[in-house]
């Protein structure tokens, strides 16, 4: 059959195998498109270049690879060269092993004084994260203007390569109890929905610990039509600029590890071509930035040249989910478990739990090793950490028999912006999160760590807590450990708003810079901008559910098929 004489077959037949999936498999770990980014040609060109091959990248790129070329630049490594590092006995040690410039975690410090870090890897966020697998919320799908059956079909792609029942064992039985006991009700059991009340969720652990990550959704892809570069960091997004018509993206320009510079530009004969920006809230605005793309006084004080468009919200609207820990030294031994039980109470604040985590001396020190160094650079003031780097022999060698709750502020309603440094794509930028400039937040916090207070309190929990320990005592010891670089107050023992400002972490949710409505439209194009799209959590308005890596996920698959059918109608 001739498909040209039959166009409406043709679109037929490629939807189908676009929303069925590819035929087309290789293994994770031994994708044959996997190549360093020292071997890929000076030029090249392919009909999608996404920036990115982490939580949003991966789904994607699989999905556009069933019927167009794609090319994937991540700057970081591998999962599959270290497989055991993405165990799950290893989470706290990946995640805290920042010192090594290739290393999978970046460190970057807050101006509001938390420590966090950014994913350098392919498969992002979701080869470092606890493994939480857990849907959106109604209301947010239905917010972000997403068709609902296409939506659960996509979350159903994610599923069927990565995300598992976890195993409950005693201590999370013994924290699902203290959780219903606390008023967390009712008891919704396993589920990938986000439903109020207490249930087990998914998790991307399979039985045996370890973790699948987004890049195994590229076992989807077609890798024929798809090639990934590692190590790739792109330096800036090409742009074409004649007369009165909207700038338009041809290309990028990477370099590998060795220093040396490639193009990869867009395929010239397809005018549905696009560069896609999945490389997450922190790189995407600010890569946006660094190609000429953002607030113009803020780029020509950087020196960026030429401007391409004056988009003064490229960088706005950040936000990040603060989040409180309580530790609870155990009498009894205790299960090594990750987030797998979550307590969705009718206020804006989630209570999570797991057990049995540690922390070597050697590796604490290391992580703030690594602090010291970037507040140097930074020039900021180090004395608090190297004090209490000293002390760490005695406060944090800890290789835990105890459980973790914590609590994490849904939303957040608090936002804060992101500037340039420097030019340096490797460089972190500097980012502003406002913790709790909204009373709203702080209000949530407060009722979050009630309720962690009233399930250590409960008797459901009391198998797991020493006789005489209570909540609220626990609560105080968090402020002896340098968990953070802002002040500690004295009312922090007893009011608990002043606890929620001076304990603040990340639970490495952090979204918004460039959102949709203000930087990009609904179908994640770019304002202003031709063949530029942006699809990641840095077009989010607020945080998916009580985790987004499930939602980035599909966005992913979602966006991807309707790419691909948008680009076979145009054909037609």
Known sequence: MDFHIFPSCRFILVAIF??????????????????????????????YIIIGGGTAGCALAATLSQNATVLVLERGGSPYDNPTATDIGNFANTLLNITDPNSWSQLFISEDGVFNTRARVLGGGTVLNAGFYSRAEDEFVE???????????????????????????RWQKAFINGLLEAGVVPYNGFTYEHIYGTKVGGTIFDRDGHRHSAADLLEYANPNTIVVYLHASVRKILFTTKGN???????????????????????????????????????????????????????????????????????????DNPMHPVFIPSPEPVEVSLVQVVGIPNFASYIEGGSGLSLSIS?????????????????????????????????????????????????????????????????????????????????????????????IDSKGYSSYKYPGVNGRGLLNLVLALPINLRPRHITSTFDLKQYCMDTTMTIYHYHGGCQVGKVV?????VLGIDALRIIDASTFLKSPGTNPQATIMMLGRYMGQKILLEREAFRR
Not at 18 to 45: M, Q, V, W
Not at 397 to 406: F, L, M, W
Request: with cysteine; glycine share 8%; proline share 6%.
């Open 521 to 525: 439209d609904n179908d994640y194009k």
């Open 363 to 455: 590796l604490t020190r290391t992580f703030f090793d690594g602090v010291l160094d970037l507040l140097s650079k930074l020039k900021l003031p180090s004395q608090s950490i190297s004090n209490l780097l000293k002390s760490l022999d005695i406060g944090l060698n800890v290789t835990t028999q105890a459980g973790i709750i914590i609590q994490k502020v849904s939303g957040p309603l608090s936002r804060g912006h992101l500037e340039l440094r420097n030019t340096d794509p490797d460089d972190n930028p500097s980012v502003t999160f406002n913790y709790y400039q909204d009373p709203e937040d702080l209000n949530n916090c407060v009722k979050g760590l009630s309720a962690i207070i009233n399930v």
């Open 245 to 319: 018509s909207s700038p338009k993206a041809y290309g990028v320009i990477f370099r590998d590890a060795n220093g040396v510079f490639h193009t990869a530009e867009l395929a010239v004969q397809d005018s549905r071509s696009e560069v896609i920006l999945s490389a997450g809230a922190i790189a995407s605005p600010q890569l946006l930035m660094l190609s000429g793309v953002g607030p113009a006084a803020h780029l020509a004080a950087h020196g960026v040249s030429p401007i391409i468009l004056d988009h003064p919200m490229v960088g706005h609207g950040m936000g």
């Open 18 to 47: 676009i929303f069925h999936g590819s035929c087309y498999s290789d293994e994770a770990g031994n994708y044959r498109f996997l190549k360093d980014a020292t071997l890929s040609p000076k030029l090249s060109h392919f009909d």
């Open 143 to 169: 917010e972000a203007g997403w068709k609902r059956d296409e939506v659960e079909a996509a979350y159903e792609w994610v599923e069927r390569k990565l995300a598992f029942e976890p195993p409950v064992e």
